[in-house]
């Protein structure tokens, strides 16, 4: 787990380096003619915040932002990974590991016509789906659970969606 923490950091210096570097700034602050670099006045950027949650729901959250400091900047952004950028654009993306705040509102596990366990934006048989996962034979499925499917089973926390496809995993049709 420590080798995973250091990787991040080692990226993050070196891409904040390299912008530095391609910004005219050198590592002392100061511009490659050696002259401090003056402010030019507030900088304006469009930033995109994705966040990737573990049901693959992805949120998009627009901000204008204002700055002066490139370096404040990008320090507040530290956490996130660029995945795009323009001169007035930034997208920035995070895999967030939690269910989505829709599945938390109004996801159901239930199943579809043909024996797959699927999630559902509300209740299943009227509502829209959101993800697949495998087949289930509903012949080794006990008749509660069977019942439970049909109804929906809401989706409340992270643990209970891992529980919930731990559960059905012991159910599904293997592929021969």
Known sequence: MRFKRKIPARFCFTVFVTLLLNMGISSTGSATDGKPRQA??????????????????????????????????????????????????????????????????????????????????????RSKIIQSFFQIDMKKLESHKQEELLQGIPIKTKDHYVKVLETFKHYSVTKQ
């Open 40 to 125: 030019a006045g507030p900088q304006h950027v469009t930033v995109i915040l994705e966040r990737v949650y573990l049901d693959g729901e992805v949120s998009q959250e627009v901000i204008e932002e204002t700055y002066w400091s490139r370096e404040n900047f990008w320090a507040k952004y530290d956490a996130w990974q660029v995945k795009d950028r323009s001169a007035s654009r930034i997208v920035f993306t995070k895999q967030i590991d939690d269910i989505s705040p829709l599945l938390k509102a109004n996801g159901y596990f239930g199943i579809t016509e043909d024996g797959v366990l699927t999630i559902f934006n509300g209740r299943p048989g």
